[in-house]
Each structure stands twice: as C-alpha cells, then as structure tokens.
C-alpha cells in the first residue's frame, strides 16, 4: 500500500492582522520557501485504529489515544476522521515534520494540520476537498489562537494570495508586480492565542477606541489590495508603514520589532511592519530591488534569521 504524503507552506500576513478577527478585510500570502509535510504509512501487525503520530521536532513519539484531546497533533487527526465520517481507520504512522519556525507569525499550526489532513485523507481513499481541508484546520486554529481569523488556515490551504473577510467567501486577486519580501525573525516567539486574547480583552475595556482602529486598519487593507492589483509598490510600502503604526497602537509590536521595522527603512526598504501576531516573531519589509542588503541590515540589526520570497 503506497504512503499518503501531504504538504502545506507557510504564509505572511501583509494587512489586516487582528482587525481579521473582528470583521476586517485582510491580505496575506503563501511563503512557499518553507513547509510542513506529512507522511502516512501502514502500521502492520496492530489492530484497527491504532495511529501513532511521530514528529521529532516536537519531542511527541505516543498513540493517538495516548495524547491529550487538545493536543494540536491529534487535534487534527481527530477532525480529519470525524470530515471523513471514518472511526476505525486502518492502523497507521503519521509523521509530520516543519522547516516553518514555530510561534513566528508564518503559520506553522495551521500548515501542519493541512499537511495531516490531506496526507490521511488520501491514504484512506477519501481525499478531502481544500474547503474541509480548511476546515478542519479552523478547528485547531482554534486550540491554537483562541479566537482565530481563519486567514491562516485559508491561505495555507488554498496556497495563492487572498483578500479575507471572517464568514465571508474567499477572494483571491492578481497582483500587478511581484512583491519581493523579507521576512526577519526576532527570535522571540509570540503565542498568538496571548496577543489575540489581550487585545480582546482591551477591546472589552475600551471597544469604542478599538473598534475606530480595527476600522483604521480595514480602510489600509482596502486600500492594498487596490495597490497590489495595480503593481503600486510604492504606495503598498507606504501603506505598510501605516499598518504598522496602528498595531503599535494595538499594543501588539514590541521595541524589537520597532528596532527592525526602522533598520529595515533606513535601509531602502519600500515599507516594512510586523506580521501575525505580533510582540515577537516577524517582521516583514518589501524590497525595492536586490534583497540582499536589506537582509543584511536585518541581520545586523538583530534579527535571528531573515528569508526571502517573491510572491508573484
């Protein structure tokens, strides 16, 4: 019986993070340098149902039924089964394996239960379709965030640039010019479900003044998505700079966030800001041509890594 295989890259979010989750429209993109991968072989000689789930880079070597219900691992094998309407499957290894940085803004628990979700869909006969794909991904973004967007498990899953609006249907566009990205890690990793939940909770105290900049930050999405289909880069690296501003606002950057968002400017940068969660984890800046130095200002300024993409 072949293996089942499955794959998912890593993403950024360009606008609209936070404001995503109350309503706003956001952009993001895949990020295809990096990935999560699944692999789906028989477990032979154990009875039905048996599932090991390995993934080194975790520590995690157990049974599903060994694991906690919440644990994103076996999270996401529980929701493929149940999109399945499968209960005993055959006896299986599921190992899963990420060059996606964790707690990095690049979406590495939600490409992980996308790469599981399609490497034991297919092993078991029924390939799931990307919208239960995404789905099932939404379910542990839940564990994962608290109260996520859905704009991780949505661009992962469908791999190509989109406009998200929460509850709405998905809207993907063409882009004018490539978009050529760094991205500078910190190396201080940001739990998203922290920042998303402080921010809730500042919004509960204050919603009048969060609500004015969730809108804010909505208008700038709007306004990108209009310059992106233009191949307006430098009104997109202005708009960047805007973002950024507001998530300051938010309370979600950090000084070493800050730090890079300035280096990454004075070194020619069209615009730069933070990307997903925030008070750690990433920053991305849109080069204005050759990447190599502005990566180099990145390193220089503290970034624990720096990766480029062009998005096209």
């Known amino acids: 019986m072949p293996a089942g295989t499955g794959a998912a890259p890593g993403k950024v979010i360009l606008f609209g993070e936070h404001a995503a989750v109350y309503g706003q429209p956001a952009i993001a993109v895949p990020v295809q340098q990096v990935a999560a991968r699944a692999l789906v072989r028989p477990l032979f000689n154990a009875p039905s149902g048996r599932i090991r789930i390995q993934a080194p880079e975790v520590g995690v070597d157990a049974d599903l039924d060994q694991l906690d219900p919440q644990h994103p691992l076996a999270a996401a094998v529980r929701f493929t089964l149940e999109a399945m309407g499968v209960q005993h499957p055959l006896a299986v290894t599921i190992k899963v394996s990420s060059t ?6 690049l979406g590495s628990g939600a490409a992980v239960s996308v790469a599981i979700a399609r490497a034991l869909s297919g092993f078991l ?9 995404s789905a099932v991904a939404f379910e542990v973004e839940k564990i994962h965030h608290g109260t996520p967007s859905g704009i991780d498990n949505t661009v ?25 990205l760094v991205i500078a890690d910190t190396g201080i990793p940001s739990p998203t479900k922290v920042t998303v939940g402080d921010v809730r909770s500042a919004w509960q105290a204050e ?13 700038i999405a709007k306004a990108a998505r209009r310059a992106l289909e233009r191949g307006e880069l430098a009104e997109l690296g202005q708009l960047m700079d805007q973002n950024h501003a507001l ?9 070493e966030l800050d730090g890079l ?21 990433n920053m991305l800046a ?6 190599a130095p502005l990566e180099a200002a990145l390193r220089a300024a503290g970034a624990s890594s720096t990766l480029h993409t062009v998005v096209a």
């Open 286 to 291: 849109l080069a204005a041509g050759d990447p």
């Open 125 to 133: 006969g029924h390939p799931l379709a990307d919208e239960r794909v």
């Open 261 to 281: 968002v300035a280096s990454a400017r004075a070194a020619g940068a069209l615009g730069a800001k933070l990307s997903g969660g925030g008070r750690g984890g």
């Open 156 to 180: 992962i899953t469908y791999n190509r640039p989109v406009y998200f609006i929460k509850g709405q249907p998905l809207q993907t566009f063409a882009l004018g010019a490539p978009l050529n």
């Open 207 to 219: 919603p009048a003044r969060y609500e004015a900049l969730f809108a804010e930050i909505g208008t």
């Open 100 to 105: 996606i940085p964790v707690a990095a803004g």
């Open 247 to 255: 998530l300051q606002q938010l309370d979600v950057s950090s000084p």
